[in-house]
């Protein structure tokens, strides 16, 4: 069997795909939002994309944590895929 995609990308290199695909996403609906040049609406997608930065910041974090301890535990045995063990 193939491996999959993920099993070949570093866990942080994964998140922040992820991230990415998730920005692009959200771009409709937030130039909406911000198209409509309500204050309420404007604050709400500064507050949507500002959640999104810090969710990612805590993923990205918690990715960095996995990955460094599957180098240290490389030599003593065979690392995991780190898509499963991080999951949004």
Same mark, same amino acid.
Request: hydrophobic share 45%.
């Given at each position: 069997?193939?491996? *999959?995609?993920?099993?070949?990308?570093?866990? !942080?290199? $994964?998140?922040?795909?992820? #991230? =990415? @695909?998730? /920005?692009? %996403?959200?771009?409709?609906?937030?130039?909406?939002? *911000?198209?409509?040049?309500?204050?309420?609406? !404007?604050? $709400?997608?500064?507050?949507? #994309? =500002? @959640?999104? /930065?810090? %969710?990612?910041?805590?993923?990205?974090?918690?990715?960095?944590?996995?990955?460094?301890?599957?180098?240290?535990?490389?030599?003593?045995?065979? #690392?995991?895929?780190?898509?499963?063990?991080?999951?949004?």
């Amino acid at each position: 069997m193939l491996p *999959m995609p993920s099993d070949q990308i570093h866990c !942080v290199e $994964l998140i922040a795909l992820k #991230a =990415l @695909a998730d /920005l692009e %996403q959200m771009e409709g609906p937030w130039l909406e939002l *911000m198209q409509t040049k309500d204050p309420e609406s !404007v604050a $709400l997608a500064f507050r949507l #994309a =500002l @959640a999104h /930065l810090a %969710q990612t910041s805590k993923h990205l974090q918690m990715a960095d944590v996995i990955q460094s301890a599957e180098k240290r535990t490389e030599m003593q045995s065979p #690392a995991e895929s780190c898509s499963a063990s991080v999951t949004r």
